[in-house]
């Protein structure tokens, strides 16, 4: 009889190991999504908060040959207007968007050559901020390469700059990847155009004294997998902790001190960009190999460069990392253009601060000493408007 009543009964020890799985399930499940909740809700709050107050003239969209649609920022001339009859078209570097170059003013190299009596145009290379960028509503993939770049989205820009403006010609200022581009457009139709002038800006051809960059950019590769460096999210999630201690290797990208914490803080909630898969690797293979070609390795882009026949001005950074002064220097010997100079900023030339890759654009002290040297260049390659 005990037997039987016994069978009937459940034992209260296997109904709480019940209910503490469950509740161990239910943890397991919420807390992540808390968490990811919480951090998206910061990721928000602190991104507006850092947000950039910049606004140009005109945002214009066109699309290259391929289809994508990338944006061009006009910044028309300022104060008395149009002095001269060149257009300045700028172009950011890798991994970066537009506001490397018209960020907030004293900072915002087009602002101030706009001041200047000049017009300004900012493009907007694929998959970054103001043009097309790959996402499940559209077809668009990542995986594109520094050769789409200089293929569709330069010439797409260029033409549309001399159709709106009526120019013959323009001047390019380039950021680091925007000058190579510049760079491999040596020989070509496009680089006739650049009449006016180049000014590259910490824009490296060579990479044989640059050994840390070699298992970078074996990572980069990696991290890219057949998609993209997905660095976006993280460095604005990071944002805004940045700026109140030096993490390792953040010198590849600023010069120590050259930069307030707070401004630090701002452009790493803005200023960064994912690096697709195909420019990861076109830049591997320079590194590793010191090469500059394209992709199919059909191109010699140095060889482009010998071609150069426009005036150019490079600019390097005297503690650059990323472009160090000799690599700098390696793309100036390349150039066959007639009329070339170069300058390297920092203390030992006469400057308030040490320059790196970034800050040459951004930092401190960059308004008062690197964009007038940009803006005096340009003003003597540039035909005077009557």
């Given at each position: 009889?005990?037997?039987?009543?016994?069978?009937?009964?459940?034992?209260?020890?296997?109904?709480?190991?019940?209910?503490?799985?469950?509740?161990?399930?239910?943890?397991?499940?919420?807390?992540p999504l808390a968490l990811l909740f919480l951090g998206w809700a910061h990721h928000w709050y602190w991104r507006g908060r850092l947000a950039p107050r910049c606004s140009p003239d005109e945002e214009h969209h066109?699309?290259?040959?391929?289809?994508?649609?990338?944006?061009?920022?006009?910044?028309?001339?300022?104060?008395?207007?149009?002095?001269?009859?060149?257009?300045?078209?700028?172009?950011?570097?890798?991994?970066?968007?537009?506001?490397?170059?018209?960020?907030?003013?004293?900072?915002?190299?087009?602002?101030?050559?706009?001041?200047?009596?000049?017009?300004?145009?900012?493009?907007?290379?694929?998959?970054?901020?103001?043009?097309?960028?790959?996402?499940?509503?559209?077809?668009?993939?990542?995986?594109?390469?520094?050769?789409?770049?200089?293929?569709?989205?330069?010439?797409?820009?260029?033409?549309?700059?001399l159709a709106a403006t009526g120019a013959d010609q323009v001047q390019w200022v380039g950021h680091s990847m925007g000058g190579i581009l510049a760079y491999a457009l040596g020989g070509t139709e496009w680089e006739?155009?650049?009449?006016?002038?180049?000014?590259?800006?910490?824009?490296?051809?060579?990479?044989?004294?640059?050994?840390?960059?070699?298992?970078?950019?074996?990572?980069?590769?990696?991290?890219?997998?057949?998609?993209?460096?997905?660095?976006?999210?993280?460095?604005?999630?990071?944002?805004?902790?940045?700026?109140?201690?030096?993490?390792?290797?953040?010198?590849?990208?600023?010069?120590?001190?050259?930069?307030?914490?707070?401004?630090?803080?701002?452009?790493?909630?803005?200023?960064?960009?994912?690096?697709?898969?195909?420019?990861?690797?076109?830049?591997?293979?320079?590194?590793?190999?010191?090469?500059?070609?394209?992709?199919?390795?059909?191109?010699?882009?140095?060889?482009?460069?010998?071609?150069?026949?426009?005036?150019?001005?490079?600019?390097?950074?005297?503690?650059?990392?990323?472009?160090?002064?000799?690599?700098?220097?390696?793309?100036?010997?390349w150039l066959g253009s007639p009329d070339k100079a170069m300058v390297t900023l920092g203390k030992e030339f006469g400057q308030e601060t040490e320059y790196g890759h970034g800050d040459l654009l951004l930092g401190?002290?960059?308004?008062?000493?690197?964009?007038?040297?940009?803006?005096?260049?340009?003003?003597?390659?540039?035909?005077?408007?009557?």
């Open positions: 009889m005990s037997s039987g009543d016994g069978q009937g009964r459940q034992d209260p020890l296997e109904g709480d190991a019940v209910l503490d799985l469950l509740a161990t399930i239910a943890l397991v499940v919420t807390v066109l699309r290259t040959a391929d289809g994508w649609r990338i944006g061009l920022r006009r910044y028309r001339p300022r104060g008395e207007g149009r002095r001269y009859a060149e257009p300045v078209i700028l172009c950011h570097g890798l991994g970066a968007n537009h506001l490397n170059l018209d960020w907030d003013p004293p900072n915002g190299l087009a602002q101030y050559l706009a001041e200047q009596g000049r017009d300004c145009w900012v493009i907007c290379l694929r998959g970054n901020a103001g043009s097309d960028r790959p996402t499940f509503f559209n077809e668009l993939r990542w995986g594109f390469s520094f050769d789409d770049y200089l293929e569709h989205d330069v010439p797409a820009a260029i033409e549309h700059v006739r155009h650049l009449g006016g002038g180049v000014v590259t800006v910490a824009s490296p051809v060579g990479f044989v004294n640059q050994p840390y960059l070699r298992w970078i950019s074996k990572l980069g590769v990696v991290l890219a997998g057949g998609s993209r460096i997905r660095q976006r999210v993280v460095t604005q999630m990071l944002a805004p902790f940045s700026g109140f201690f030096e993490p390792p290797y953040a010198d590849l990208i600023i010069a120590s001190k050259s930069i307030d914490a707070a401004m630090i803080r701002r452009l790493q909630g803005w200023v960064i960009e994912d690096i697709s898969a195909g420019v990861m690797g076109q830049f591997n293979d320079w590194v590793q190999n010191d090469a500059f070609r394209s992709l199919d390795r059909s191109q010699d882009y140095r060889e482009r460069m010998g071609r150069y026949r426009v005036p150019a001005f490079l600019i390097a950074g005297s503690r650059d990392r990323m472009a160090p002064p000799e690599a700098v220097a390696a793309a100036f010997e401190r002290d960059a308004p008062a000493e690197v964009y007038p040297r940009i803006a005096a260049w340009l003003d003597a390659h540039a035909t005077e408007v009557a």
